[in-house]
């Protein structure tokens, strides 16, 4: 005897809106950025301005001549100009009394790295934005090279695995918690395993996007760069939440708070095990990333506890 | 009744006169960072701001790179957008530009002319704006602190006329303007909305609205960006009557006419010519009446319009002349000679004939441009003129 | 790789390039990506929804009965089989159904 569906899962409730984007659109078979997309356009609507820079969602989110790939508007610009260009479109609105939400959909390369300087300056200045983040620890677009988010120990095709070398001799820049650091009302991390932890703080940094700015880092593995299974994307996901090494937190209003409390962290090495881009990691390397993953937690859970 | 609102004549510097003009505009989103020596127009439109006798977004940015995507940004969401910089912040703004071009964005841009390289290059010279010659931005130069205020209010018309739909860049030489204090003629804010009203009568531009699945930046693959380049292309074409449509509309609206995109001051009967640009205009002037005095008939061109090009009108003036002379304030680089001597020298197919053209490069960091100086240059275009060997271009100190 | 145009193509009409999706939205063939599909076996599947929502193309369809994989878009990832709880999913190499008439 065949189930009837009851009951759509959770997360749907979160979807006030349609999803955005063409049926057909170009990112790779298993890409969680594709869901990551289309979730922040279920979530975000129709009326958010979105903008976007060279990425491997420039394909996507930009238009092609007088065509585009969904029905939200759409900015492009550089990517040092991306919280730059996102306010000055929301300072238009807020002097012309226009409703909107604007979004910056970014990659890591552009937060952390190159766009840094205007992401940080647009969050002092409190600008009325969200600036989501998708981490995918490197230059995918370009041909995976290392970001200041690519991990301690990562293989890259600028930090290569050589005889003198093994991959990415330093830890990665925790931008999340840069970002928290700037006093602004809402920040979060969020990863596509955990679809209404997600779904949550994705509607969440919209309401607080009304009053200034939101910034939503989220994990968003590459299949390609990571050399993981095209299948196994969103196990990916979990697993950096169950070992820690991505930890779901949110800091509202200056409030730290874990959001999914892990009670027994998996080592970090069931992590790495998942990705090609660990495999040459020895004994000696898993030690030193699991003791940064262990003194990063602890710093979450210190600021989390007060 | 706001004191600020009515006409009147003020002492003021170049920067204040700037910054009049962008408030008579009434621009709803202004970002700036500042740099000497533009920093006092920033601060300007900031005390207003404060004041709230401006009624605008006034962003404090972290960096010219982000005061030009915030007024690009804004632009393409509908606003009237304003910007100020000068020198280094020109250039570090310059990725941001080529988008602003590019997306047709009518922003309104003040460049305060310094020298870049060097720490020390806090001094006049128009090396700045030279870095920018080609990115598809419309290029003004005034040459007082009034023609500052004037072209402020014309540059706006300018870009955003349904025409032309192109940034626009508005020079002064840093210091030498920048500092200057000159009585000015300051407009009421009735009459600057009077003679920008027509521009409410035009169709509106495209502007990114939220909600309509709209989206701007897309420049294509292929043929898309191809048209795209061609439009931009066809639009600086239409600059140049433009700039002396508006520049005549000017002068009937507030008695202040400056020639368009050029001023040939005494130029119908002359043997020979000086060009050139800015402040060194004022003293130009001086010398050639001068040297008329005395009974050599020299004129004079002010170029004002630098982007696009003033060709045709350039070409028309020069034409049966015996012999030219062109002052630069920056280098032309690959060249061997000043930027206004190379674009000069590239009309020579429209003049129709060739006529001796000599190159002095002056003013560079804030040297004096004297009078001297300039009494070389006349008797140097004149020995040309009579047939005599001559030195192509000439450094003064 | 072709554009499927799923409303009328237009040319750019103003000075500077805006992309309306109104007049024009863009669509890949993705289902010509597939090297293999999801087939459910509904017999075991419990309509829990976890496919539903990890479909990275969001292509699996709900019609308030049973959930179906939507093949003319479904780039055969096999997220869905392998975020599957029941193992109902399985992926099938495309070359089982090349007798199939091709829908396109």
């Known amino acids: 005897m065949a189930a009837k569906i009851k009951k759509l899962p959770k997360v749907c409730d979160y979807f006030q809106n349609e999803d955005q984007f063409s049926s057909g659109v170009a990112y790779c078979a298993g890409c969680t950025l594709e869901l990551h997309a289309r979730m922040v356009s279920k979530i975000m609507g129709k009326e958010t301005v979105i903008v976007g820079t060279p990425s491997c969602s420039a394909p996507v989110l930009n238009g092609q001549n007088a065509a585009a790939w969904h029905k939200m508007g759409h900015y492009a610009c550089t990517m040092t100009g991306v919280a730059s260009s996102a306010t000055g479109l929301t300072r238009a609105y807020q002097k012309a009394g226009t409703d909107a939400t604007v979004v910056c959909f970014t990659g890591d390369g552009c937060a952390q790295d190159i766009g840094f300087q205007t992401l940080s300056g647009a969050a002092e200045r409190n600008e009325k934005m969200v600036y989501i983040c998708y981490d995918n620890e490197g230059y995918m677009n370009t041909g995976i090279q290392r970001s200041s988010a690519t991990p301690y120990s990562v293989a890259t095709s600028t930090t290569p695995v050589g005889k003198a070398r093994k991959g990415k001799e330093t830890g990665s820049k925790n931008l999340p918690l840069i970002m928290s650091l700037h006093d602004i009302p809402y920040v979060a991390t969020a990863t596509l395993s955990h679809l209404e932890d997600y779904a949550k703080k994705l509607t969440k940094a919209k309401e607080k996007s009304k009053e200034g700015f939101a910034y939503v880092h989220v994990f968003c593995p590459c299949l390609v760069g990571w050399k993981i299974p095209m299948d196994s994307s969103i196990q990916v996901c979990r697993a950096a939440v169950r070992t820690n090494f991505f930890p779901l937190w949110e800091c509202e209003d200056g409030k730290y708070k874990i959001t999914k409390e892990i009670n027994k962290p998996k080592p970090i090495a069931d992590l790495t095990q998942l990705m090609g881009k660990y495999n040459h990691m020895d004994e000696q390397m898993l030690a030193n990333f699991q003791q940064i993953v262990d003194r990063r937690f602890n710093v979450l859970q210190t600021l989390c506890s007060i | 009744m706001n004191a600020l609102a009515d006409k009147h004549v003020k002492v003021i510097t170049g920067n204040a006169a700037a910054a009049h003009g962008a408030r008579l505009c009434r621009p709803d989103v202004v970002a700036a960072y500042p740099i000497t020596p533009q920093s006092e127009v920033v601060e300007q439109l900031a005390k207003w701001h404060a004041d709230g006798s401006i009624d605008c977004e006034y962003v404090t940015v972290e960096g010219e790179n982000s005061a030009q995507n915030v007024v690009c940004g804004a632009s393409m969401a509908g606003s009237r957008a304003y910007t100020a910089t000068s020198s280094y912040g020109l250039v570090y703004m310059y990725d941001a530009m080529l988008n602003t071009a590019g997306y047709r964005a009518p922003v309104v841009m003040v460049n305060v002319n310094r020298e870049p390289p060097g720490i020390h290059a806090v001094c006049s010279g128009q090396q700045d704006m030279i870095c920018v010659r080609d990115s598809g931005w419309v290029q003004l130069i005034a040459e007082n602190c009034q023609e500052i205020l004037d072209l402020s209010i014309q540059a706006f018309r300018l870009a955003e006329d349904h025409g032309i739909q192109l940034p626009v860049i508005l020079n002064y030489d840093g210091y030498y303007l920048s500092y200057l204090a000159e009585a000015v003629n300051i407009p009421s804010v009735a009459e600057v909305d009077d003679y920008l009203s027509i521009l409410k009568t035009q169709p509106k531009r495209p502007t990114l609205i939220p909600g309509q699945g709209i989206g701007c930046g897309s420049h294509g693959i292929g043929p898309g960006f191809v048209e795209a380049r061609k439009k931009h292309m066809d639009a600086l074409d239409r600059v140049y009557q433009m700039v002396d449509d508006i520049d005549a509309e000017f002068d009937q609206a507030f008695g202040r006419g400056y020639g368009g995109q050029l001023e040939a001051y005494r130029c119908e009967d002359a043997d020979i010519i000086l060009v050139t640009s800015g402040s060194a205009v004022g003293t130009a002037r001086t010398v050639v009446n001068a040297r008329r005095e005395a009974g050599i008939k020299v004129g004079l061109v002010k170029i004002r319009l630098f982007r696009p090009w003033p060709i045709q009108r350039l070409a028309r003036v020069l034409k049966g002349k015996k012999a030219i002379g062109i002052l630069d304030r920056s280098l032309c680089f690959g060249w061997g000679c000043g930027p206004l001597h190379m674009e000069t020298k590239a009309i020579i197919p429209t003049i129709g004939e060739f006529i001796p053209m000599l190159g002095f490069i002056d003013g560079l960091a804030n040297m004096d441009i004297t009078k001297e100086h300039i009494d070389k240059m006349i008797d140097d275009i004149y020995s040309a003129s009579k047939g005599n060997s001559y030195q192509e271009v000439t450094w003064l100190p | ?104």
């Open chain 3, 1 to 104: 790789m072709g554009f499927i145009k799923e409303n009328e193509k237009c040319l750019c009409e103003t000075e500077a390039c805006w992309s309306y999706s109104d007049k024009l939205l863009l669509c890949l063939d993705t289902s010509s990506w597939r090297t293999q599909r999801p087939v459910v076996d509904y017999e075991t599947c419990n309509c829990c929804g976890l496919c539903f929502v990890f479909c990275p193309p969001q292509c699996i369809t709900e019609d308030g009965e049973k959930f179906t994989p939507n093949l003319d878009f479904c780039k055969g990832c096999g997220v869905c089989a392998k975020e599957c709880p029941k193992g109902a999913i399985k992926m099938i190499s495309e070359g089982e159904y090349a007798d199939e008439c091709p829908s396109r």
